[in-house]
């Protein structure tokens, strides 16, 4: 069905980016080959990267008539296999794209390329005292086109939303290779369709996206983080609820259960406090004022305590503070090292049935005997729920994964929930998409990928089902 990378192909493209952005060395090909799932490769025919918006439509443009797959790819720190080219064909690498174009302090937007750290842009507008609030917690890895590309989210969402509440601006290049403009640096625009807000957590599938303006905020002066410890995940599920139900959004709250911070303290080789606890919440609070943030802290705490939280660490500066997030970044990587090959599923739930959701799992763990950790943005009700294989035999790992994803989903679904919270559907979740909005939802989707990419060139084989 798709052409593939030939001699006249490879001409065109060292035409196009030079000799020393087309890269075809097996080795290098190998690292486009996956992004952060375990067990997912495909290599592409050919990888090149881009420096400017024109050499994309032009590129596009070329796929497109010639019928050749093209997957976009910022950092590859995806957790859903969006930049893998299960379809072979180009790898088109937005790495080099990244440059801040302008921090404009009197409009509170800055305007980026693709390839910008997410981290970069954090410290780049905090010096100014400005904000952006979206922390995934790849951000000292990942990219801004990617975070743009997924919708991203992190543990600021609670107070402060996600990567759509942030853009007001993009620059895109479609399938066909024409380059199109949206938004800009305006607060408010309901100027037609919200195409802006479709091409956000589009994956790659619709349009490339080449410029982003992001709207900033002021930097909150004060920060305080408390880490809470139960000796049960009940009373932290019941606290993330009884918070809310008070009325306070903290900037961030975050569960763990104890064998993650196991694992991270393995991984960092650091000891964390308050380890013999069962699960824990992370919550940070913010504000301007110190004397009204301590009176949030004071409260939170009592809430804590109500439900039966048996410590209470507060951080109030930035060593102890970097110390936790540190921990509460590297779940991921940490759990890794403890089992190479594991699952990881990324379920929302409305807040208030994340106690419903747990308790379930805990039911299915007890069911399959596999460790299954819980951790994640409990404050949005979105629970990563990782399965490790660890010396389980592969035969039963393949045949297992696959029913218990089917039963976690089952479970979201149930209590108002989706299959899917930030991380998105890319290669991993595409066969479940269906029984996750239902047929006709599905059929709009498919006319939106029509009609802009009739011929399905841009990011085969993501998002939506064969
Ligand atoms: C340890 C770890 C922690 C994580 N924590 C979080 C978290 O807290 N919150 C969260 O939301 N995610 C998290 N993630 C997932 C991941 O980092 C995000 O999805 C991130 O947005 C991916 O960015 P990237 O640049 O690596 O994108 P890639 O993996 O390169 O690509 C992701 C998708 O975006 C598309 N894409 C990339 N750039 C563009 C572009 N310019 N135009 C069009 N499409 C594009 C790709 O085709 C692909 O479909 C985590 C991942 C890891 C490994």
Redesign the pocket.
Known sequence: MYAKVDHEVLEFLTGLFGKDRVLLDPDLLEMYAH??VPGLKARPEVVVRATTVQQISKVMKFANEKRIPV??????????G??VPVCGGIVLS?EK?DRILEIDKKNLMITVE??VI?SKIHEAVEREGLFYPP?????D???????????????RAVKYG??KDYVCGLE?VLPSGQVIQLGGKLVKNVTGYDLIGL?IG????L????KIILRLIPLPRVTIDLLVAFNEFQGAADTVSAIIKRQILPTSIEFMEQDSLLACEKYLKKELPLREAAAFLLIKLDGNRKEDVEALCETVGEVCFEHDAIDVLVADDRPTQEKLWEAR?????ALKERSPVNHMEDIVVPRARINDFLREIKKLQERYEYPIICFG?SGDGNVHVNILKEDYPEDKWKEIIPKISGEIFDIALALGGQIT????V?ATRSKYLEKAVGPKILKLFRGIKQLFDPNNIL?PG?ILPD
């Open positions: 992004d952060e997957t976009p790819r910022g950092a590859g720190y995806g957790l859903s969006g930049a937005l794209m693709p390839g997410t922390d995934p917690a790849s951000l890895s990942c990219s801004i086109g990617g975070n743009v590309a997924e919708c991203a989210g992190g543990p996600v990567t895109a091409l589009s994956e790659g599938t349009a490339i996206i080449t970044r590297a779940i991921i990587e943005h919270g930030e991380h998105g890319g990011n993501k």
